[in-house]
């Protein structure tokens, strides 16, 4: 106790009486602890609004032909895109499928001399359609109890026109409307499939149009024993940004890129997929550059606080060999001479941390970002280097320090 008090009390001593010195030290450490912060608050910054970006931007894909051209996205590839058992549905969500057949308003309905019949449409999400997308000015309504989700339902329901709601002779009192899905077979017959589906909303500049889940326009094709199943495109949102190279990585397998431009006659790939992340690259690629940057800079900073460590405890104790020299002669111990030189560079180096650390949040206020660890490293560096100039200072040999004073 009384070594530990002998420490404190001559270190403080030495510091008031070189106090200019002491406070030149005190700075240092204090400028060296406000760069550091600085550092870190801005890489940690960074680090947020990269990943704000990942989290927040929403990026769609979709296949087409190889040409650029809307496909016709048959069963295997749509069940490679399911959300359930998809190989694919790790990376995506908000599968987008459609698929329109014509339909007849009666079992024996004849459409007028240049008329063309109207759709029943089945899509998964109501912006399968273009013609539902607010971008087009369309307003959809949905009655009580019923949202989009019905549209991954197998449910025997519908969206209709406002025109088409106000047509009483066409919907029942039940809400329900009768129509026969109009379906060409594969012998090129026509046959008519008769649906009833309860009318669960409306949607704004249509007209006959008639939109049901995918999942009833899948059963109504089954019941006609046509062709492969087929989606007018297929369209999807990326579950996780993060994720976009890994999936595209896997999806090279089986799909071209965009801007393809290898040979047509290869028909062992069909498909062109296409992720619209522009946006994304654009916002992460110069965020990543000062990241990278900034990862660099912060070694740089911690070899520099070992090294003006180092430096300034030089420069304040060379001169004290023959004091320290006096205090060996008097019986100190080495070691309580290293501990006292060593706790009073130390305490230059924890107040001016301190001061830094109160600085940086005067400056930045509540939206400081206190990185403790970056801080640590900071002293722990800082610290190495005073360790190793005290070491170097009092390993002195007190007899030929006495005779070059005598």
């Known amino acids: 106790m009384r070594k530990f008090v002998f420490v404190i009390s001559y270190a403080i001593k030495r510091m008031t009486r070189d106090a200019i010195k002491s406070l030149i030290l005190i700075l240092v450490a204090a400028s060296f602890t406000i760069l550091t912060s600085e550092i870190s608050f801005s890489l940690e910054k960074q680090y947020m609004r990269m990943n704000e970006a990942y989290e927040n931007i929403e990026v769609e894909g979709f296949l087409t032909m190889k040409d650029g051209t809307e496909a016709k996205v048959y069963s295997k590839y749509i069940k490679m895109f399911s959300e359930t058992i998809g190989e694919y549905s790790s990376y995506i969500k908000d599968l987008c499928l459609k698929r329109s057949v014509y339909y007849l308003p009666s079992e024996n309905y004849t459409p007028p001399d240049g008329e063309a019949l109207p759709n029943l449409i089945g899509i998964s999400r109501t912006k399968a359609d273009v013609n ?26 519908c969206l209709v026109s406002t ?27 026509m046959v008519k499939v008769p649906l ?65 431009m290898g040979n047509d006659k290869d028909t062992t790939i069909q498909y062109a997929l296409t992720i619209m992340d522009d946006q994304l690259v654009q916002t992460i690629t110069p965020l990543k550059k000062n990241i990278s940057m900034l990862e660099k800079v912060k070694p740089v900073i911690f070899i520099l606080s070992a090294a003006i460590g180092f430096i300034a405890c030089m420069l304040f104790i060379r001169n004290r060999k023959p ?46 970002l206190f990185i403790a660890k970056d801080i640590l490293i900071f002293i722990a560096c800082y610290l190495a280097g005073t360790t190793i100039a005290v070491i170097n200072i009092t390993r002195i040999n007190v007899m030929k320090i006495m005779k070059s004073n005598e």
């Open 132 to 157: 539902l997308l607010p971008v087009n000015k369309t307003d959809i309504k949905y009655y009580e109890n019923y949202d989009e989700s019905v549209f991954m339902s197998n449910s025997d329901i």
């Open 196 to 260: 009833k589906l309860k009318v669960i909303g409306t949607y704004t500049n249509g007209d006959k149009d008639i939109y049901c889940p995918w999942p009833v326009i899948v059963e109504t094709l089954k019941i006609g024993f046509t062709v492969d199943l087929y989606s007018e495109g297929l369209k999807f949102t990326i579950t996780d940004n993060m994720q976009i190279d890994e999936f595209k990585e896997k999806a090279s397998k089986t799909f071209v890129p965009t801007g393809y």
């Open 323 to 368: 004091e320290f020299a006096n205090m060996r002669s008097l019986g100190t111990s080495k070691g309580l001479v290293f501990t006292e030189a060593f706790f009073e560079q130390s305490l230059f180096g924890v107040i001016g941390t301190l001061i830094g650390i109160g600085i940086y949040f005067l400056i930045h206020g509540t939206g400081a």
């Open 163 to 189: 025109k088409l709601a106000d047509d009483t002779s066409r919907i029942d009192k039940d809400g329900y409307i009768t129509l026969y899905a109009y379906i060409e077979l594969i012998s090129r017959e």
